[in-house]
């Protein structure tokens, strides 16, 4: 089985910048790829970014390009989400999920990490 711990969440002025990690423990050689979701307050989690835990290949959606950036370190197993030029729309609960090569997840979502941003 595969753990994932958030991390790296707090209090930020709009603008600023925040580094989120995910730390895998676990049978971490079953991880294929580690994604990164956020959800704010009323709304439905969304995904943000994938890397594959291998190659290191990242993948981000349209919205956060340029300012959201996705990496792994994988002599540390973490996943990490460097956040720029954060904005009150980008408040709420952050969460990675692992998956394995065909795409199942291999974790359930975790307690997340809180962003607020202020203006």
């Known amino acids: 089985q595969v753990q994932l711990v958030e991390s790296g969440g707090g209090l930020v002025q709009a603008g600023g910048s925040l580094r989120l990690s995910c730390a895998a423990s676990?049978?971490?050689?079953?991880?294929?790829?580690v994604e990164w979701f956020r959800q704010a307050p009323g709304k439905e989690r969304e995904f943000l970014a994938r890397?594959?835990?291998?190659?290191?290949?990242?993948f981000h959606e349209d919205f956060v390009k340029g300012r959201f950036t996705i990496s792994r370190d994988n002599t540390k197993n973490t996943v990490f989400l460097q956040m720029n030029g954060l904005q009150p729309d980008d408040q709420g609960d952050y969460f990675c999920?692992?998956?394995?090569?065909?795409?199942?997840?291999?974790?359930?979502w975790g307690q997340g990490t809180q962003v607020t941003v202020s203006s």
């Open positions: 890397v594959f835990w291998s190659s290191g290949a990242t």
């Open positions: 999920r692992a998956r394995g090569r065909y795409g199942l997840p291999l974790t359930d």
């Open positions: 676990g049978s971490t050689s079953e991880i294929y790829t």
